[in-house]
């Protein structure tokens, strides 16, 4: 099974940068940021600096010009930003000799032997590939490939450049072929042009009507079986439709030796305002997905092992996808 991946491609300022780094910061909470440029210059520095401060602390920079397979060990179960294709591209160009690198003031300039230029072209789009394909070979890792529409513009005046607009497009090509999903930016707007593929399977059978009418049935005789309550605390799930998200409580039932309902660490719990004697919530997780949610409960929450049961576990579950349905269908949401 192979990577997630997704490309965003667009023209200069149209918000590639930007948005494809919202799409990491909003799937992984520690995401990797694969810089592919060198640094040739003073205004290359800045803009590098720049794009640095809007990262915050949970990022990784790992800075890479040609070889991003080598640090594979670093990216299982993280969201990895490749900024950008367009810049790994022009390091193999140079590489291979079809342009020298720039130097202090000077831009870099093109070799002039044509036929050097064309095994150049070829090679660095043939490498670039294959370090493409390594890194997508590794199935818990998600990646946002950034590149630029450079064949947009106006045509290129020299034979280098030419070759190198040719293989540009060539890659923004393979890699879409790859790719789950692909997002065109235009002026900031980011245009999905390329989903995620429909379920190929054939369908399967689905419940009659009078056995989804059993089910309803044995649903409500379940939800009216006695349960003995945790005594060590109890979860409460609520819709947040305004801001979209499933948003689940955690309550402790804990006493210290004051009989006051504490903490885990016996510090007392403020009851809320008004004529509700519920404690103030120990812990608050807002998701926007049934998945999201388990995983903020269950793996991220530090007190997890110590407070959630096995009953608690398939509890959450359950109401969890429950709760996810409704908010992704507009409906009231009423926690078993």
């Not at 965003?8 to 799937?27: F, I, P």
Request: hydrophobic letters at 35%; glycine letters at 6%; charged letters at 25%.
């Amino acid at each position: 099974m192979p990577a997630s991946v997704y490309l965003v491609t667009g023209g200069a300022r149209s918000g590639k940068s930007s948005y494809a780094q919202s799409l990491c910061e909003n799937t992984c909470p520690n995401p990797i940021y694969l810089a592919t440029s060198k640094v040739w210059d003073d205004d290359f520095k800045d803009r590098v600096k720049r794009h640095q401060n809007e990262r915050g602390d949970n990022w990784t920079t790992i800075e890479e010009p040609l070889h991003p397979s080598k640090h594979c060990d670093k990216f299982g179960g993280k969201a990895i930003l490749v900024d950008c294709l367009t810049l790994w591209l022009t390091n193999y160009f140079m590489e291979l000799g079809a342009f020298t690198e720039p130097d202090g003031n000077k831009d870099a300039k093109a070799n002039e032997n044509n036929d050097k230029i064309g095994d150049a072209s070829e090679q660095a789009l043939e490498k670039t590939k294959a370090e493409f394909n390594k890194m997508i070979t590794q199935w818990d890792a998600t990646f946002v490939f950034v590149t630029n529409e450079i064949g947009s513009g106006l045509h290129a005046d020299s034979a280098a450049s030419r070759k190198f607009v040719d293989a540009q497009g060539w890659l923004n090509q393979y890699v879409s072929s790859k790719a789950d999903m692909v997002i065109h930016m235009v002026a900031g707007v980011p245009n999905i042009i390329k989903q995620f593929p429909p379920e190929s399977r054939n369908p399967l059978k689905a419940p009659a009507s009078h056995d989804l009418t059993e089910r309803a049935v044995l649903d409500q005789f379940l939800s009216t079986r006695s349960l003995a309550m945790d005594d060590k605390g109890y979860f409460m799930m609520k819709l947040d439709h305004a801001k979209g998200v499933i948003r689940v409580t955690y309550h402790s039932c804990i006493k210290n030796d004051k009989g006051e309902i504490c903490d885990v660490h016996g510090k007392k719990i403020s009851c809320c305002e008004g004529n509700n004697n519920r404690p103030e919530p120990m812990a608050t997780f807002e998701a926007r997905t049934a998945k999201e949610l388990t995983v903020m409960v269950f793996e991220r929450w530090e007190h997890a092992k110590d407070l959630v049961s096995v009953g608690h576990a398939a509890y959450i579950g359950r109401e969890a996808q429950k709760a996810e349905e409704c908010l992704f269908a507009g409906r009231f949401y009423q926690q078993d």
